[in-house]
């Protein structure tokens, strides 16, 4: 009996083996003879021995061979075999030769030949496969992570190793979509939001290496259509908000060629996967973070645009559910120094859609900073010159409407002062010229609460002018226009015993005005300086410091003299810090007005609705008392910040003592002090 079992699990066993080897022989045979790429292989060489034109040609197709053949691509990590299927890649007789056998277009392999670079480099899909659907993986039931590209993005791939982010200077032929789709993105201000190459914002994801995602780091729940990342794009393009919701990037009306341009930029930019010798010089310039740089215009649209509008314009809550202040606004011009528009570029506001574009941030050269800076203000109206303001004449009784109008807030009804300094004092009318009044007004004094009237035109500054001269009634010491040779040394000293008590340490206003402020001293001539030092200003602080009383320190001629060499030794100094004004208030009763008053916009911890936030400490960086005090006793037109110091519409008119409660409270939030 155990030798029946064990006679019968024998040819049981031979039975098996059998069956395997007939079922090997029979796949060995059917990959051998019955695949696509052997019959592919067999019309090539039908095809190659009928076109034949010599004997040579027709020798060598007749010696064809059909086997599986494959090139190993060490440098990119790959095996292509592609060629099983596509035998006439390389072969110029081919060219009219249907597909898989028709040679490749164009004169790619002349610089990429098979041997060298494969296929998928380009094209991607599985080089591995032998079937078109297991090359080609698009289908549904692919799992296959790059797919086989259409011939219409191909171009992208030309990115591992051939794209200029930056400048659309460099152009290569053959990669026309590609370049195209480089100049919309840079044209549409894309980088205001992406950073490519460590250049660009923050506010969207940083596109550098998205041509190395698939199909599985997308959301295709609302995507209609195939699930490919190029219908992905074309309907996030089309609209954002529908493909992920609450996107703040907006819709763009986009031809056709615009939309493929674009996709394929996108698609096309990844990181340096490759060995260097195949990495293009300025690409690699790029990847090393030497770029073009964007300068004036086109670094506005490249990076400012989409945010502030190209013409300056900014974006309205009610549409953009976020703040986006107006750049061409005169009453910001009137406000924001150089100085604080520099500051903000560079440092940005943190916790805030507006990216932080020095270095470490967008990684803008401070060349670039600069360019935008200046390129923004040129959107400051211009003033008219000193010599038309004089030939306008003036009109006193008109002066004094505007005077109301524009310079009461500060200055007072009278003159008397309040924010700004009293102008009705005869010391400073009889020292200040005509030009000198006409400078301050014109220029004012960035980074304190006097505005820059530019957008004044020559008769309204001529009649503000006549009607502030309407108050002198001593005669006019306007000085020679000398020099005043002292000390800078000892006038540093007597500055920071004296007078840094009232102007600041750093001169940038108190209890006094900002004395060591660059638009000050390019107003004040040396003899203003001596003067308004030696004889004072009836009905402020500020005495003579030559015929001082009760037992106050008196100053002799050589010490005024250093002390104004000092002062105009700082005429072109800019400090490291954009120095705040000093300013007198009850933070605890300015939070109880702020709270009342500027929270229903500003937020109730300054964090900003429908207003700007303010607790924020790159704004109170770049934004001194002074600038606090200008915009809210003026108001900022075209935007729903009122005047303050102009009761209306049923709300109350603050004085210059609630205002700077207010100031107080919002100072309390600054916790550092950041460099220009």
């Known amino acids: 009996m155990?030798?029946?079992?064990?006679?019968?699990?024998?040819?049981?066993?031979?039975?098996?083996?059998?069956?395997?080897?007939?079922?090997?022989?029979?796949?060995?045979?059917?990959?051998?003879?019955?695949?696509?790429?052997?019959?592919?292989?067999?019309?090539?060489?039908k095809l190659s021995i009928a076109g034949a034109k010599t004997e040579q040609q027709a020798a060598a197709s007749k010696n064809f061979p059909i086997e599986m053949k494959q090139v190993i691509l060490n440098d990119f990590k790959r095996v292509d075999r592609c060629i099983n299927c596509h035998n006439g890649i390389d072969n110029i007789e081919m060219a009219d030769r249907p597909v898989p056998h028709r040679s490749h277009s164009g004169f790619y392999l002349k610089y990429h030949p098979v041997e060298k670079f494969g296929c998928t480099i380009c094209h991607e899909g599985q080089g591995r496969?032998?079937?078109?659907?297991?090359?080609?993986?698009?289908?549904?039931?692919?799992?296959?992570?790059?797919?086989?590209?259409?011939?219409?993005?191909?171009?992208?791939?030309?990115?591992?190793?051939?794209?200029?982010?930056?400048?659309?200077?460099?152009?290569?032929?053959?990669?026309?979509?590609?370049?195209?789709?480089?100049?919309?993105?840079?044209?549409?201000?894309?980088?205001?939001?992406?950073?490519?190459?460590?250049?660009?914002?923050?506010?969207?994801?940083?596109?550098?290496?998205?041509?190395?995602?698939?199909?599985?780091?997308?959301?295709?729940?609302?995507?209609?259509?195939?699930?490919?990342?190029?219908?992905?794009?074309?309907?996030h393009f089309l609209d954002p908000q529908a493909v992920v919701p609450g996107s703040t990037m907006p819709k763009y009306l986009l031809k056709e060629s615009e939309l493929n341009g674009l996709i394929t930029y996108i698609m096309g930019l990844y990181p340096m996967d490759y060995p260097i010798k195949y990495v293009s010089v300025h690409a690699l310039e790029e990847y090393k973070g030497k770029r073009k740089k964007f300068l004036g215009k086109e670094a506005y649209m490249a990076y400012c645009s989409p945010c502030h509008g190209e013409n300056g314009e900014g974006k309205d809550y009610r549409v953009f559910k976020e703040t986006i202040p107006a750049l061409n606004n005169q009453d910001f011009f009137s406000m924001a120094s150089e100085d604080m528009i520099r500051f903000s570029i560079a440092h940005g506001r943190g916790g805030r859609p507006m990216s932080s574009w020095g270095k470490g941030g967008g990684n803008l050269s401070g060349e670039e900073i600069n360019s935008l800076t200046e390129y923004i203000m040129r959107w400051k109206a211009k003033a008219p010159s000193f010599q038309e303001v004089m030939a306008s004449g003036g009109n006193a009784a008109v002066g004094n409407t505007l005077f109301r109008s524009r310079c009461s807030t500060c200055h007072g009804v009278q003159g008397d002062g309040a924010i700004g300094p009293k102008l009705r004092s005869q010391n400073f009318l009889s020292i200040a010229s005509n030009e000198?009044?006409?400078?301050?007004?014109?220029?004012?004094?960035?980074?304190?609460?006097?505005?820059?009237?530019?957008?004044?035109?020559?008769?309204?500054?001529?009649?503000?002018?006549?009607?502030?001269?309407?108050?002198?009634?001593?005669?006019?010491?306007?000085?020679?226009?000398?020099?005043?040779?002292?000390?800078?040394?000892?006038?540093?000293?007597?500055?920071?015993?004296?007078?840094?008590?009232?102007?600041?340490?750093?001169?940038?206003?108190?209890?006094?005005?900002?004395?060591?402020?660059?638009?000050?001293?390019?107003?004040?001539?040396?003899?203003?300086?001596?003067?308004?030092?030696?004889?004072?200003?009836?009905?402020?602080?500020?005495?003579?410091?030559?015929?001082?009383?009760?037992?106050?320190?008196?100053?002799?001629?050589?010490?005024?003299?250093?002390?104004?060499?000092?002062?105009?030794?700082?005429?072109?100094?800019?400090?490291?810090?954009?120095?705040?004004?000093?300013?007198?208030?009850?933070?605890?009763?300015?939070?109880?007005?702020?709270?009342?008053?500027?929270?229903?916009?500003?937020?109730?911890?300054?964090?900003?609705?429908?207003?700007?936030?303010?607790?924020?400490?790159?704004?109170?960086?770049?934004?001194?008392?002074?600038?606090?005090?200008?915009?809210?006793?003026?108001?900022?037109?075209?935007?729903?910040?009122?005047?303050?110091?102009?009761?209306?519409?049923?709300?109350?008119?603050?004085?210059?003592?609630?205002?700077?409660?207010?100031?107080?409270?919002?100072?309390?939030?600054?916790?550092?002090?950041?460099?220009?």
């Open 129 to 235: 496969g032998i079937t078109k659907n297991d090359a080609f993986g698009n289908l549904h039931d692919s799992h296959w992570e790059s797919p086989v590209l259409p011939l219409g993005i191909v171009e992208s791939s030309c990115g591992k190793c051939h794209l200029s982010a930056f400048d659309e200077a460099i152009t290569l032929e053959g990669m026309e979509t590609l370049n195209r789709g480089r100049d919309l993105f840079i044209s549409k201000g894309c980088l205001g939001c992406h950073k490519v190459r460590g250049t660009g914002g923050s506010v969207g994801p940083d596109l550098s290496s998205n041509g190395i995602k698939t199909k599985s780091n997308y959301p295709f729940q609302n995507i209609r259509g195939e699930h490919t990342v190029i219908n992905w794009l074309k309907q």
């Open 436 to 676: 000198y009044l006409y400078t301050v007004i014109v220029r004012g004094r960035r980074n304190t609460a006097m505005p820059s009237w530019t957008q004044l035109n020559r008769n309204e500054i001529a009649d503000i002018m006549t009607y502030v001269r309407s108050w002198q009634s001593i005669p006019s010491v306007y000085g020679t226009g000398r020099r005043i040779a002292g000390i800078v040394e000892e006038g540093k000293e007597s500055f920071d015993t004296m007078c840094s008590q009232c102007h600041g340490t750093q001169g940038q206003g108190g209890v006094g005005p900002a004395i060591l402020n660059i638009d000050f001293l390019k107003s004040a001539s040396d003899d203003f300086l001596y003067q308004s030092i030696t004889n004072g200003r009836e009905g402020s602080a500020m005495q003579s410091w030559i015929k001082r009383s009760q037992g106050m320190a008196q100053l002799k001629e050589p010490a005024i003299n250093s002390i104004v060499a000092y002062l105009r030794s700082r005429e072109n100094i800019r400090p490291r810090f954009i120095y705040s004004n000093i300013v007198a208030g009850s933070p605890t009763v300015g939070k109880v007005m702020f709270e009342g008053m500027c929270a229903s916009c500003h937020g109730m911890k300054g964090e900003g609705i429908h207003g700007p936030s303010l607790n924020n400490q790159e704004f109170l960086n770049a934004a001194t008392n002074g600038f606090l005090q200008g915009t809210i006793a003026q108001g900022r037109s075209g935007t729903a910040m009122r005047s303050w110091a102009k009761g209306s519409q049923g709300y109350e008119e603050l004085n210059e003592v609630q205002i700077n409660d207010v100031i107080s409270y919002i100072r309390t939030w600054q916790t550092r002090l950041i460099e220009k």
């Open 2 to 45: 155990e030798n029946h079992y064990k006679k019968f699990y024998q040819k049981l066993t031979v039975a098996a083996g059998s069956i395997s080897i007939l079922i090997l022989l029979m796949i060995i045979l059917g990959e051998s003879f019955f695949t696509e790429w052997v019959n592919y292989q067999k019309e090539f060489k």
